[in-house]
């Protein structure tokens, strides 16, 4: 980065996505009835907007351009996940009691060292990872003080054990 290009405000934050889905009533049973998010307006009969806490909107799901339609084919550009950020490795394991509950499979699931997460997909093939961060304390890093992410097998029973 130049000096004549300043770094981002420190306290900036991705707010929301906005998903294209073929089908609202089937993105609002995964997120909503699966997962858990609420769901707090929708908008017409082709939008809803869903949160966690009663915030106005975390993820948007619409079928403006999109209902009855297909996921990009691979090879082609566009999302490859949402992050979901879980408080804490506990409600991360509810995630994964929830996923289990309704037969939902994963795509992997791995400890990358700062933090710990689950992959999948929803009802449109867009990627989903659910994730909670470790203590920044426990981040691994390398001598020079840069954190040394890496990916390794997360073992799910060791998570699906872990108490609130």
């Given amino acids: 980065m130049s000096a004549a290009t300043p770094a981002i405000a420190a306290g900036t934050r991705i707010g929301h996505v906005h998903l294209k889905v073929s089908n609202i009533q ?3 049973d995964f997120y909503v009835g699966v997962l858990g998010f609420e769901l707090q307006q929708m908008y017409g009969k082709q939008a809803a907007f869903i949160s966690a806490g009663g915030y106005h909107h975390h993820i948007g799901l619409n079928t ?5 339609g297909s996921p990009p084919p691979p ?4 999302l ?3 992050a979901i950020l879980y408080p804490t490795r506990a409600d991360l ?9 309704h037969g ?15 992959y999948l997909r929803d009802p449109d093939e ?3 990872e659910l994730y ?14 840069s954190i040394a992410m890496y990916t390794r097998r997360l073992d799910l029973n060791d998570l699906i054990n872990t108490k609130h």
């Fill in 75 to 78: 090879g082609t550009t566009g």
């Fill in 104 to 118: 939902l499979q994963l795509d992997g699931a791995s400890d990358h060292g700062v933090s710990e997460a689950l």
């Fill in 26 to 28: 089937q993105s609002l």
């Fill in 80 to 82: 490859f996940h949402v």
């Fill in 64 to 68: 403006w351009e999109s209902e009855g």
């Fill in 132 to 145: 909670w961060d470790k203590p920044e304390a426990q981040w691994p890093r390398n001598p020079d003080g």
């Fill in 126 to 128: 867009n990627g989903i």
């Fill in 93 to 101: 394991a509810d995630a994964l009691k929830r996923l289990s509950a």
